[in-house]
């Protein structure tokens, strides 16, 4: 079974910082990731996927994450956070089997501080 | 892209009614599509796979009889809460993937549902 671990609940940064969300994975098999990002009350945005096309994706709103198979992780970036970024960010892990099942991280709440 | 409408956003419901809580693909044919349940401040957990058709396939834990899902058409499922109570309020999301569309595109999610039962 595969599972998704984001190793912070919350993080804040400056506005004009960079971001830095962290996820790790497990899986059997070559994994599928995803980050989607979740405004209060909101349904989710897909940030980016990762499907072994190239290990660097690159995303909406400047985000762009690294999978990193040695260690086994996908963390997510941004140069430089802006206000509209605040957000709950979700790392996501699909089923290999291709039932389509996700599974979610906990969530990491980003606070940008201005 | 890839639209999916969930309605109603919002529902405040008297415990021991039934709420029925509609997600529909607006441009894409989905013959599956899932039901999440959000608790707050915490992360998504699916409740069922929707198969059109067919009988949806709910995951371990989650009552088939009291999480009702109909999935009577390719742009249609609907998720009923029967003789609800207070601790079925929650946020309930829905998503569905378009088969047409570029697979990097990923799962396209309603916008929610806040369930309030008092």
């Known amino acids: 079974a595969q599972s998704v671990t984001q190793l912070d609940s919350h993080v804040s940064v400056s506005e004009g910082t960079p971001v830095l969300l962290r996820c790790n994975y497990s899986s059997s098999y070559s994994p599928s990731l995803f980050w989607y990002v979740q405004h209060p009350n909101k349904g989710l945005q897909l940030l980016l996927k990762?499907?072994?096309?190239?290990?660097l994706v690159k995303g909406i709103n400047g985000f762009e994450a690294e999978f990193k198979k040695s260690e086994t992780s996908f963390h997510l970036t941004k140069p430089s956070a802006h206000m509209s970024d605040a957000a709950e960010y979700f790392c996501v892990v699909s089923d290999p089997s291709g039932n389509e099942k996700l599974t979610f991280g906990t969530g990491t709440r980003l606070t940008i501080i201005p | 892209g890839a639209v999916v409408s969930q309605h109603p956003s919002r529902v405040i419901c008297k415990s021991g009614t039934s709420v029925k809580i509609e997600c529909r693909s607006l441009d894409f044919q989905a013959t599956t599509m899932f039901w999440y349940r959000q608790f707050p401040k915490q992360s998504l957990m699916l409740m069922a796979t929707s198969n059109e058709g067919s009988k949806a396939t709910y995951e371990q834990g989650v009552e088939k009889d009291k999480f009702l899902i109909n999935h009577a058409s390719l742009t249609l499922s609907t998720l009923t809460v029967t003789s609800a109570h207070p601790e079925d309020s929650s946020f309930y999301i829905c998503?569905?993937?378009?088969?047409?569309?570029?697979?990097?595109?990923?799962?396209?999610f309603g916008s929610g549902t806040r369930l309030t039962v008092v």
């Open positions: 998503s569905a993937r378009d088969p047409g569309a570029n697979p990097n595109y990923g799962y396209t």
């Open positions: 990762y499907t072994s096309a190239a290990t």
